[in-house]
């Protein structure tokens, strides 16, 4: 049993430092070639950070185990959620009126529905997988249209933000695109080819080791692989942008937090699942069909409801949704016992 929970944590630890080095290295070669800064943002730093959870979901399907495929995404949009936005609003007051907030929240809760709609059609098969990439493309071009349109009325033009930009053009593009700014880039070429390249000997090594330990604890534990994904392997994977948001509440920059998680829960939806049912169907479990996918829906449209009312997330309201968060694991693991 105990190798098995070194095999998790181990597994866990590693994917989220590949990630990060993946990224930076990335984002290194990315600003040395000139690529815009907005191009980078939506796809080399949104991609990067997903990256954990890609090669757990991928890993998981490709050794038939569907329900920590699934539930490693539905759980941790649940978790940015309760807990991304709860816990930081125990240090500082979350504001909750991003720009653009409203609209990707739409979007998001729209994706949901889709997805929800495609669980309850099981298996989830590569047409579907191609929909939701479709989908990903749409928000792509969406987000590249509505910053460029923003910074056109700004008075930026549609130039790059680049080393040379002001103050100014950075805070526009911070206010339409739902990613932190990603720090520590090497400079170095070749530092940051390495950086590449741990990364993607990281990533997949890590998550089989995740893979592998969750699917033991599940059997040791009594619970089905689906309750594993759900709760550890998905809080475990959504550490990043917890850390991330925590760390922001500390130094009173707490507006990230939201944008951070519609961003995130946009990727895992349409990015991760569209990945991995292009490659693998999914059957989906019945347990996630009768709680898992309601709370991912009913969490979505509360962050709706946050950003439409521009909603100030204090003290008492994020304990709340930090208790919410304990209330569903508890009754994951209690509706996910093996019989």
Known sequence: MLIDYVSLIGGLVVLIVAGDVLVRGAVGIAERLGIPALVIGLTIVAFGTSAPELFISLGAALDGLPGIAIGNVVGSNIANVLLVLGMPALIACTSCREKGATRNSIFMVVITVVFIGMCF????????GAIL?????????ESV???RTHRAENGHGTATAGAGDGADDEDEDEAELPFEEVEGVPENPALAIMFIALGLIGLPLGAHFTVEGASALARSWG????????TV???GTSLPELVTSLVAAVRGHTAVALGNVIGSNIFNLLAIMG?????????????VLKLDLWVMLASALLVLAFSAFHVT?????GLILCVLYGLYIFSAFHLGKVV
């Not at 059609?121 to 579907?128: A, K, V």
């Open 233 to 235: 392997v998905a809080l």
């Open 133 to 141: 990439l479709l989908l990903l493309g749409v928000f792509f071009w």
């Open 275 to 287: 990945i991995t049912t292009v490659f693998v169907p999914l059957a989906v479990p019945q347990e």
């Open 121 to 128: 059609h099981s298996p989830i098969g590569r047409i579907d």
């Open 313 to 317: 997330i204090r003290k008492p309201s």
């Open 145 to 147: 249209r509505a910053t």
């Open 223 to 230: 619970v089905s692989d689906a309750v594993i994904g759900l």
